[in-house]
């Protein structure tokens, strides 16, 4: 993805991050990055802020679907899909994955659909259709900085916390597993560097290493 800056467009691309995680209840995905089709004429309309703002440069070898199986994990394996947001680069890899239990917060959902919601830079024509995702109210007990959370299996491992800003329903997803933690944060921040003070301290803290949707050490950070 390439970002519109005064001037011209960055030279630098950015990628679209998305995250696979086996657990006990199964596959699970943070995200599921950006279609192809967004590198093609008439994907966004005009009046779309993507349509100014955002360049994808992308085919179909670099979809999510089809990079799971360089990781053993065949998409019809997913069980759950958590989507941070609802923009277009975070949900436009959604199609394959229909067979899955959506989770989206229930703030997200309400702000981002009709008139409304294309004012504020959503595009719901293309989303799935027909989608139904689970509603989540993150209104279990702040964690750390995060007003609110959920604790999808209630044992601690998987908890989705609020994370508001980018959009006002965005959430992200703290992660922690039996030797390693990590906060999936979709747009809360770009990189580790650009975290608010208070959510870095937690990180810190708890031993997470953050994850951003748009920083290209997020990979490599995530096999270290």
């Known amino acids: ?29 943070f995200d599921t990055g950006q279609e192809a089709r967004a590198a093609e004429p008439g994907y966004f309309p005009r009046w779309q802020p993507f349509f100014w703002l955002s360049r994808f440069e992308l085919d179909r070898d670099d ?15 997913v069980r759950w899909v958590v989507l941070s947001h609802l923009h277009t680069d975070h ?3 959604l199609a394959p994955f229909t067979r899955a239990g959506v989770f989206v917060s229930r703030l997200e959902w309400d702000r981002a659909r009709g008139f409304a919601g294309r004012l504020r830079g959503y595009v719901p ?9 689970r509603l989540v109210d993150l209104d279990g ?45 979709g747009d809360l921040a770009r990189s580790p560097e650009e975290l608010p003070s208070d959510v870095a301290d937690f ?6 290493a953050y994850l951003g949707a748009h920083d290209p050490d997020a990979p490599a950070l995530a096999e270290s």
């Open 63 to 77: 979809e999510v679907a089809a990079q799971l199986p360089s990781l053993g994990i065949e998409p019809t394996s």
């Open 141 to 185: 007990p702040p964690i750390g900085p995060f007003p609110g959370s959920h604790d999808l299996y209630g044992d601690g491992r998987l908890v989705l916390v609020a994370t508001p800003g980018h959009t006002p329903g965005h959430l992200s997803l703290v992660a922690r597993g039996t030797q390693r933690g990590f906060l999936l944060g």
């Open 91 to 93: 949900v436009g890899g």
């Open 203 to 208: 990180c810190r803290r708890e031993g997470l």
């Open 125 to 133: 024509e293309r989303w799935p259709r027909g989608l139904v995702p």
């Open 1 to 29: 993805m390439r970002r519109w800056l005064p001037g011209g467009w960055a030279d630098e691309t950015l990628p679209v991050n998305a995250f696979a995680i086996e657990h006990d209840g199964g596959v699970f995905l």
